[in-house]
């Protein structure tokens, strides 16, 4: 009698760029999860038919390809993954219990809306009052989140273990540096926001994360080369 047919596992593709933060979010989502995935790396100066067919709203990066469909986003993308692939491992990217993932959400857009949105304007901005606005918002939304850490004495947001605040918050711990060297804007001066240091430091010595941090130097150069294209379309939007 023959044996059933195993279903092989749909296909994982991930369409990426050089120097997303938001891309590296989703690849350490896959790692943890130990899912197997291809990277289909673009060029965001001449965007592929393919990143446009399958995110013609934002037609950016990253998009998640998996088994025919799209997931766009890298937060829902996170998400996406922990639930679809639930079966890989014991590792959990959200929490289980209900409150804890609400937690976490409330989290992580916080990061979002008020971390790295005025910290991006910030550094770019042109004229100095804004620049001065923006730096100041985005310094009292890092005070929040080093008393947030403080205040339960974890390695992660989450506690022991990554989580989605700790994905949500990346930029903070590899990219910070390399955007103020790049715009000479200094937004963390020394000694400021120590648990927010500590959280830095083993969120990027964490061996799954060390295996998707692009090279500093690299980045820095890649910031650099494209620095007045970011000045132009954050000074158009801050008019």
């Known amino acids: 009698m023959s044996q059933p047919q195993q279903q092989q596992p749909e296909a994982v593709k991930l369409i990426t760029a050089f120097g997303s933060p938001f891309a590296h979010r989703v690849e350490v989502a896959l790692a943890l999860k130990g899912v197997p995935y291809e990277l289909l790396v673009e060029d965001l100066s001449a965007k592929s ?5 399958h995110n013609p709203v934002h037609r950016s990066v990253p998009v998640l390809l998996h088994g025919g469909r799209a997931v766009c986003e890298s937060l829902l993308i996170v998400e996406y993954v922990d639930e679809a692939f639930a079966s890989h491992g014991d590792v959990r990217i959200l929490p289980a219990d209900t409150y804890a993932r ?9 990061v979002a809306t008020k ?4 910290l991006w304007l910030s550094m770019w901005a042109d004229d100095g009052e804004a620049r ?9 939304s890092l005070a929040v989140l080093d008393a947030e850490l403080q205040g339960h004495g974890k390695r992660f947001f ?6 989605f605040v700790d994905l949500a918050a990346c930029t903070l711990a590899h990219w910070l540096g390399v955007l103020e060297e790049v715009a000479g804007v200094r937004l963390v001066a020394e000694g400021e926001y120590p648990a927010l240091r500590r959280w830095a430091e083993q ?11 692009p090279d500093r130097d690299q980045l820095v150069a890649f910031f650099a080369a494209n620095q007045e294209r970011y000045r132009s379309i954050v000074n158009a939007a801050v008019q």
């Not at 038919?49 to 067919?53: A, K, P, Q």
């Not at 971390?115 to 005025?118: E, G, R, T, W």
């Not at 001065?132 to 009292?140: G, I, L």
């Open 115 to 118: 971390c790295l949105k005025p």
């Open 203 to 213: 969120y990027t010595s964490h061996e799954v994360v060390r295996r998707s941090l």
């Open 49 to 53: 038919d393919l990143l446009l067919t």
């Open 102 to 110: 609400a937690t976490a959400r409330f989290w992580a857009d916080f």
């Open 158 to 163: 989450g506690g022991d273990d990554l989580g």
């Open 132 to 140: 001065a606005r923006f730096a100041a918002e985005t310094k009292a």
